[in-house]
């Protein structure tokens, strides 16, 4: 240690002294990482030629519990790092806690996001505090918002001090001898946990490993006390001299397998290089085609002329050049996948001197349009493939020239900032881009692509989702046009100033002057999780204007396409988000029933779950109202929008890591679309070559062949259980505070897809459809506000059969005339009452309940219920108890059985109510399984012995291999992890 730091030391421990009443612990480290093959390091990888850590993997270099002597008043971590080029994202240099635990909980984690340099943590209640990025901003506390491109970065391939230190609340960060921020968080003390250390790396949601750093750690320091401003400078001053200044040559994951990387299409594939040998001429006839959706095997299939074929497509990465939708087209084209989706944008302007990237600036001025840019983008995908049939995505959002002459139509949010895009209630931008996709739809429609083009998915909103902008800023939306076109809303929906004021419980209000609800009424609470409607009626009211909205732009350019085409050309959105993603309160997502209800939509997409798409996990459908679709004859479109392997700067948690994850979690896509009777697409967004591999693309001409032949054997389900969702009663709750209501929501497909028999996924408004089949169990997720109409239809579908029915935490509990337990009775048959729980309730099961009773878990998630319930019922048989109170119940009713959950249902538990229910069970591991009349598919999480038990006996044809295994009602085989195993059924 220099004398000057020494001296700022003991300097720095006078103070300390003086203001915490505490002796200050000491200066130096108490865990000092640096060079190689440190003995404290475990799993550890190095770069020996730079003498440091080398992080390219999942895999964290970590060190035990009880090497650890962190403070939670005070820390100080610095270290010398250098982040690989192309290491977009975040980027973890040093992560301690436990995010697979409820609530999550992280003691701090340090790194960066896009070269900007974060530090983070949770606090007490898990919600997260610090430096961090938000959307375009990186937030600093209590409310700076600086843009991330305005922030210092670190350098790329080059050596980066880098520290922070966390003194009882107070946060600085440095960047390479300079303070970058200062911050005040809400937070004084972290909360240091009994969990490993990991360097270079750390874990997502549910615990998944990600964010790796794909860079070099030489050294890294940790104190338990926050070092003065002047001696983190003075250690870079000492340190830096050490360090060299020039560009480093860092690996990546790529070494593992340079035999199938190749990112920019040097080498031709195998697949390719037969394909060459005899390219097909173009098969389809001359004319624009009739696409239609027909019925097969009670499901709905797309068929072009009037004939039935595959949907399988591909996509390639939106922002890259021509040349890369050639190569990556023409590995997809010998594949045998001929469908074909791409990206075309009004806007941004693009430098006309740079290189030709994604499709752009296609609407320069008003009434001009750039037919030439998109028609070559177009001819690069015919030319890869003469066989191909195009599904247009053009953008919806509005160019820069639009914007400027148009500001008052841009979304506003609670802080009176303008979004930079549109709001989705405006009228003039709706109005124009309509015409805009009118008049290149009749271009197209006219040119030589037209034989070719075969749907058209307009982008509206964020990333063409839908999402509203300007919600990621605060509550929208607070522009006057909106709030204008809210009142019109409201007149049509009152009609006069009496039934508003009578809604809205407020005598002073007109439809003259009625305003968005304030953003504090907007994030009440009157009754924990749920809204009291004598309160919340304007923000509900809100809410569906703002679903209302999306769906009225949605029907709106529908029918423009429609209007334009030759022929019929199908038309899709993404949409059906509501079961996955939160804030609902702040963007459109809850109108599925009035868009699957339009007869101009033929498809909605969607990608699969971010957040359960590695190997092992349920790769499930974002959109998950797949049985609704079946209902309405609306086809789906999933987006395997894959980080594979190959994406060697992409570590987020959903990236397979290894060639054998890519290939279980390519067959587990193929197998749900397969047994869902549904399409999907292969979609290379991180990169123009990630599924550029012998391995990867032999799998995908594989399936491709397979969903051809296979176009003629029915997808008919098989599912005895049925799962409904109910978008509309999360209108009247607080997606602010959801730590309740989001284990009712997409956390519940990890069990059902579990519990080893087939499902099916609806709408609860789809209860009394016609078509809707009769179930052996219902499994009723989230049914809060269930009207009077409703209830009743419910109780006529199970008692058509005595139908087991599932309920879970407050069914029926919200209502127009008031919260009531009462009318959860009336709902479930089952009487309950209101409490509170307090502190941490014990989980006790009763034995003596029999086999639903000990099914149950040992313990349960620590959720604050706000409110809890309790069964009051002397005719139910009570299964367990939360703090003293009957939290799980069974009763017979005069509609069937009712079983009652409290805490999110496991799949262990469901599994014995669908088989004393009479679910026929295929499988008992635990793995995740699907299936349907013909086809069976079993995806592995641990290794072991796998049976799989069918109806009735029948043949097994392995769809990978074609090996067929003998007729028997019971097929058993050894499996590793994360395996997927496709089996199509042949009854002998």
Same mark, same amino acid.
Request: proline share 6%; aromatic share 12%.
């Given at each position: 240690?220099?004398?000057?730091?020494?001296?700022?030391?003991?300097?720095?421990?006078?103070?300390?002294?003086?203001?915490?009443?505490?002796?200050?612990?000491?200066?130096?480290?108490?865990?000092?990482?640096?060079?190689?093959?440190?003995?404290?390091?475990?799993?550890?990888?190095?770069?020996?030629?730079?003498?440091?850590?080398?992080?390219?993997?999942?895999?964290?270099?970590?060190?035990?519990?009880?090497?650890?002597?962190?403070?939670?008043?005070? !820390?100080?971590?610095?270290?010398?790092?250098?982040?690989?080029?192309?290491?977009?994202?975040?980027?973890?240099?040093?992560?301690?806690?436990?995010?697979?635990?409820?609530?999550?909980?992280?003691?701090?984690?340090?790194?960066?996001?896009?070269?900007?340099?974060?530090?983070?943590?949770?606090?007490?209640?898990?919600?997260?505090?610090?430096?961090?990025?938000?959307?375009?901003?990186?937030?600093?506390?209590?409310?700076?918002?600086?843009?991330?491109?305005?922030?210092?970065?670190?350098?790329?391939?080059?050596?980066?001090? !880098?520290?922070?230190?966390?003194?009882?609340?107070?946060?600085?960060?440095?960047?390479?001898?300079?303070?970058?921020?200062?911050?005040?968080?809400?937070?004084?003390?972290?909360?240091?946990?009994?969990?490993?250390?990991?360097?270079?790396?750390?874990?997502?949601?549910?615990?998944?490993?990600?964010?790796?750093?794909?860079?070099?750690?030489?050294?890294?320091?940790?104190?338990?006390?926050?070092?003065?401003?002047?001696?983190?400078?003075?250690?870079?001053?000492?340190?830096?001299?050490?360090?060299?200044?020039?560009?480093?040559?860092?690996?990546?994951?790529?070494?593992?397998?340079?035999?199938?990387?190749?990112?920019?299409?040097?080498?031709?594939?195998?697949?390719?290089?037969?394909?060459?040998?005899?390219?097909?001429?173009?098969?389809?006839?001359?004319?624009?085609?009739?696409?239609?959706?027909?019925?097969?095997?009670?499901?709905?299939?797309?068929?072009?002329?009037?004939?039935?074929?595959?949907?399988?497509?591909?996509?390639?990465?939106?922002?890259?050049?021509?040349?890369?939708?050639?190569?990556?087209?023409?590995?997809?084209?010998?594949?045998?996948?001929?469908?074909?989706?791409?990206?075309?944008?009004?806007?941004?302007?693009?430098?006309?001197?740079?290189?030709?990237?994604?499709?752009?600036?296609?609407?320069?001025?008003?009434?001009?349009?750039?037919?030439?840019?998109?028609?070559?983008?177009?001819?690069?995908?015919?030319?890869?493939?003469?066989?191909?049939?195009?599904?247009?995505?053009?953008?919806?959002?509005?160019?820069?020239?639009?914007?400027?002459?148009?500001?008052?139509?841009?979304?506003?949010?609670?802080?009176?900032?303008?979004?930079?895009?549109?709001?989705?209630?405006?009228?003039?931008?709706?109005?124009?881009?309509?015409?805009?996709?009118?008049?290149?739809?009749?271009?197209?429609?006219?040119?030589?692509?037209?034989?070719?083009?075969?749907?058209?998915?307009?982008?509206?909103?964020?990333?063409?989702?839908?999402?509203?902008?300007?919600?990621?800023?605060?509550?929208?939306?607070?522009?006057?046009?909106?709030?204008?076109?809210?009142?019109?809303?409201?007149?049509?929906?009152?009609?006069?100033?009496?039934?508003?004021?009578?809604?809205?419980?407020?005598?002073?209000?007109?439809?003259?002057?009625?305003?968005? *609800?304030?953003?504090?009424?907007?994030?009440?609470?009157?009754?924990?999780?749920?809204?009291? !409607?004598?309160?919340?009626? *304007?923000?509900?009211?809100?809410?569906?204007?703002?679903?209302?909205?999306?769906?009225?732009?949605?029907?709106?350019?529908?029918?423009?396409?429609?209007?334009?085409?030759?022929?019929?050309?199908?038309?899709?959105?993404?949409?059906?988000?509501?079961?996955?993603?939160?804030?609902?309160?702040?963007?459109?997502?809850?109108?599925?029933?009035?868009?699957?209800?339009?007869?101009?939509?033929?498809?909605?997409?969607?990608?699969?779950?971010?957040?359960?798409?590695?190997?092992?996990?349920?790769?499930?459908?974002?959109?998950?109202?797949?049985?609704?679709?079946?209902?309405?004859?609306?086809?789906?479109?999933?987006?395997?929008?894959?980080?594979?392997?190959?994406?060697?700067?992409?570590?987020?948690?959903?990236?397979?890591?290894?060639?054998?994850?890519?290939?279980?979690?390519?067959?587990?896509?193929?197998?749900?679309?397969?047994?869902?009777?549904?399409?999907?697409?292969?979609?290379?967004?991180?990169?123009?070559?990630?599924?550029?591999?012998?391995?990867?693309?032999?799998?995908?001409?594989?399936?491709?062949?397979?969903?051809?032949?296979?176009?003629?054997?029915?997808?008919?389900?098989?599912?005895?259980?049925?799962?409904?969702?109910?978008?509309?009663?999360?209108?009247?709750?607080?997606?602010?505070?959801?730590?309740?209501?989001?284990?009712?929501?997409?956390?519940?497909?990890?069990?059902?897809?579990?519990?080893?028999?087939?499902?099916?996924?609806?709408?609860?408004?789809?209860?009394?459809?016609?078509?809707?089949?009769?179930?052996?169990?219902?499994?009723?997720?989230?049914?809060?506000?269930?009207?009077?109409?409703?209830?009743?239809?419910?109780?006529?579908?199970?008692?058509?059969?005595?139908?087991?029915?599932?309920?879970?935490?407050? *069914?029926?509990?919200?209502?127009?005339?008031?919260?009531?337990?009462?009318?959860?009775?009336?709902?479930?048959?089952?009487?309950?009452?209101?409490?509170?729980?307090?502190?941490?309730?014990?989980?006790?099961?009763?034995?003596?309940?029999?086999?639903?009773?000990?099914?149950?878990?040992?313990?349960?998630?620590?959720?604050?219920?706000?409110?809890?319930?309790?069964?009051?019922?002397?005719?139910?048989?009570?299964?367990?108890?939360?703090?003293?109170?009957?939290?799980?119940?069974?009763?017979?009713?005069?509609?069937?059985?009712?079983?009652?959950?409290?805490?999110?249902?496991?799949?262990?538990?469901?599994?014995?109510?669908?088989?004393?229910?009479?679910?026929?069970?295929?499988?008992?591991?635990?793995?995740?399984?699907?299936?349907?009349?013909?086809?069976?598919?079993?995806?592995?999480?641990?290794?072991?012995?796998?049976?799989?038990?069918?109806?009735?006996?029948?043949?097994?044809?392995?769809?990978?291999?074609?090996?067929?295994?003998?007729?028997?009602?019971?097929?058993?085989?050894?499996?590793?992890?994360?395996?997927?195993?496709?089996?199509?059924?042949?009854?002998?």
């Amino acid at each position: 240690m220099t004398m000057r730091m020494m001296f700022t030391a003991m300097a720095f421990a006078s103070s300390a002294l003086l203001w915490a009443q505490a002796p200050a612990p000491a200066s130096a480290p108490f865990l000092s990482v640096s060079g190689v093959d440190h003995p404290l390091v475990e799993g550890g990888t190095y770069s020996r030629e730079h003498n440091a850590l080398l992080n390219y993997s999942l895999r964290p270099a970590v060190i035990k519990p009880e090497a650890l002597a962190f403070r939670a008043e005070e !820390l100080t971590i610095a270290t010398w790092v250098a982040p690989r080029s192309g290491a977009g994202g975040y980027r973890m240099v040093a992560y301690k806690g436990d995010r697979s635990r409820d609530p999550q909980a992280v003691d701090f984690k340090f790194g960066f996001c896009d070269q900007v340099p974060e530090f983070g943590f949770m606090d007490a209640a898990g919600s997260w505090d610090g430096i961090l990025r938000n959307y375009d901003d990186l937030l600093i506390p209590p409310d700076t918002r600086i843009p991330m491109k305005d922030f210092p970065k670190a350098k790329a391939d080059r050596w980066n001090f !880098l520290a922070v230190t966390f003194n009882r609340g107070e946060l600085k960060m440095f960047l390479n001898g300079e303070r970058v921020a200062l911050a005040k968080t809400k937070t004084t003390a972290l909360t240091i946990q009994d969990t490993p250390l990991w360097l270079g790396c750390s874990e997502g949601a549910g615990g998944l490993k990600g964010y790796n750093l794909l860079g070099l750690i030489h050294r890294i320091d940790f104190f338990n006390t926050a070092l003065p401003e002047d001696a983190i400078l003075a250690r870079w001053q000492e340190q830096r001299p050490a360090y060299s200044t020039e560009k480093l040559s860092i690996p990546g994951p790529e070494i593992n397998f340079l035999d199938e990387y190749d990112p920019d299409f040097k080498k031709k594939l195998k697949i390719v290089e037969e394909y060459e040998k005899a390219i097909p001429a173009s098969s389809l006839p001359d004319h624009s085609p009739e696409m239609t959706v027909i019925e097969f095997g009670g499901v709905p299939v797309l068929a072009r002329d009037g004939i039935r074929e595959s949907g399988m497509c591909m996509m390639p990465q939106y922002s890259s050049g021509d040349d890369a939708v050639f190569n990556a087209g023409r590995d997809f084209a010998a594949a045998g996948v001929n469908y074909f989706s791409d990206i075309y944008y009004t806007w941004p302007a693009q430098d006309p001197k740079g290189p030709q990237m994604r499709c752009a600036n296609l609407w320069p001025a008003p009434g001009q349009y750039d037919f030439a840019r998109l028609e070559a983008r177009l001819q690069a995908a015919v030319d890869a493939n003469p066989n191909i049939r195009m599904l247009l995505r053009i953008k919806m959002d509005m160019p820069e020239w639009w914007l400027k002459e148009h500001p008052e139509e841009l979304a506003v949010d609670e802080h009176g900032n303008r979004s930079n895009q549109v709001t989705l209630s405006s009228e003039r931008w709706l109005k124009d881009i309509c015409q805009v996709h009118g008049d290149f739809i009749r271009h197209l429609e006219k040119s030589r692509f037209a034989k070719h083009i075969v749907g058209y998915v307009p982008g509206g909103g964020h990333a063409s989702e839908w999402f509203w902008y300007g919600r990621e800023q605060g509550f929208i939306d607070y522009s006057e046009g909106h709030a204008q076109r809210f009142r019109a809303w409201l007149k049509e929906r009152y009609r006069t100033d009496d039934a508003l004021r009578q809604a809205w419980n407020d005598p002073a209000v007109s439809l003259a002057t009625a305003a968005v *609800p304030s953003p504090a009424l907007r994030q009440a609470s009157e009754d924990g999780v749920f809204r009291d !409607l004598a309160v919340a009626r *304007p923000v509900v009211d809100h809410r569906m204007f703002l679903n209302f909205a999306t769906t009225r732009a949605q029907a709106a350019i529908a029918r423009a396409i429609r209007a334009n085409t030759a022929a019929r050309k199908l038309v899709g959105f993404f949409y059906g988000y509501s079961m996955y993603v939160g804030g609902l309160d702040n963007m459109g997502f809850q109108n599925m029933d009035v868009s699957i209800a339009n007869p101009d939509i033929d498809f909605f997409c969607s990608p699969f779950s971010y957040e359960r798409r590695r190997g092992g996990q349920e790769g499930d459908f974002i959109s998950s109202f797949t049985a609704s679709l079946r209902l309405h004859g609306k086809l789906y479109w999933d987006e395997v929008d894959l980080r594979t392997h190959l994406a060697v700067n992409n570590m987020d948690t959903h990236k397979t890591e290894t060639p054998d994850e890519t290939d279980a979690v390519l067959w587990r896509s193929y197998g749900n679309s397969l047994i869902y009777g549904t399409n999907l697409w292969w979609f290379l967004i991180i990169h123009r070559a990630v599924f550029h591999s012998d391995r990867i693309m032999t799998a995908i001409q594989r399936m491709a062949k397979l969903d051809a032949e296979l176009l003629d054997v029915p997808k008919t389900p098989a599912a005895e259980i049925a799962v409904m969702r109910d978008e509309k009663s999360f209108y009247y709750s607080n997606s602010n505070q959801d730590d309740v209501i989001r284990h009712y929501k997409a956390s519940m497909d990890k069990e059902f897809a579990r519990v080893g028999a087939p499902y099916d996924n609806y709408l609860l408004s789809d209860i009394d459809h016609p078509r809707m089949p009769d179930y052996k169990v219902y499994i009723f997720m989230n049914a809060f506000h269930v009207p009077p109409a409703l209830r009743a239809a419910i109780q006529r579908k199970l008692s058509r059969n005595q139908a087991t029915a599932v309920w879970m935490y407050a *069914p029926g509990y919200v209502s127009d005339e008031g919260n009531s337990t009462d009318h959860m009775r009336a709902l479930t048959g089952i009487s309950f009452a209101k409490y509170q729980l307090e502190g941490k309730p014990a989980w006790e099961k009763n034995a003596s309940a029999g086999v639903l009773a000990t099914s149950l878990p040992d313990v349960v998630s620590a959720i604050k219920y706000k409110p809890a319930f309790a069964v009051a019922d002397g005719d139910a048989t009570v299964l367990a108890s939360l703090g003293g109170k009957p939290a799980a119940a069974v009763k017979t009713t005069p509609w069937g059985r009712a079983v009652y959950l409290l805490p999110p249902a496991k799949a262990a538990f469901l599994r014995e109510v669908c088989r004393s229910a009479g679910v026929h069970i295929y499988s008992e591991t635990g793995d995740i399984l699907r299936a349907n009349q013909n086809f069976v598919m079993l995806h592995t999480d641990k290794p072991g012995l796998k049976t799989i038990t069918l109806p009735r006996p029948a043949q097994l044809r392995d769809l990978q291999t074609d090996a067929v295994r003998p007729a028997s009602a019971s097929h058993s085989f050894d499996l590793a992890e994360q395996k997927t195993a496709l089996f199509q059924i042949i009854a002998p």
